[in-house]
């Protein structure tokens, strides 16, 4: 399982993907844009950016 966040949204609003170490990024790009269907509406899952972060949730970035 991976946490997913689409840039700009609150920490509060991520979101999980269930995934195997098998998974492919392609497979991972349509499982996000399947799950953010009104967020990414108008945009193929190839298009999208993936980025890997750590973001340790803090009470002052809770918002951010």
């Not at 993907?17 to 497979?27: A, E, F, Y």
Request: charged fraction near 25%.
């Amino acid at each position: 399982m991976v946490f997913c966040l689409v840039q700009g949204d609150a920490i509060k609003n991520s979101f999980p993907i269930d995934i195997s170490s098998h998974t492919t990024v392609g497979h991972l790009k349509k499982a996000i844009k399947d799950e953010k269907q009104n967020a990414f509406s108008g945009i193929d899952a190839d298009k999208l950016t993936l980025w890997r972060v750590d973001i340790v949730q803090t009470k002052e970035n809770q918002e951010m």
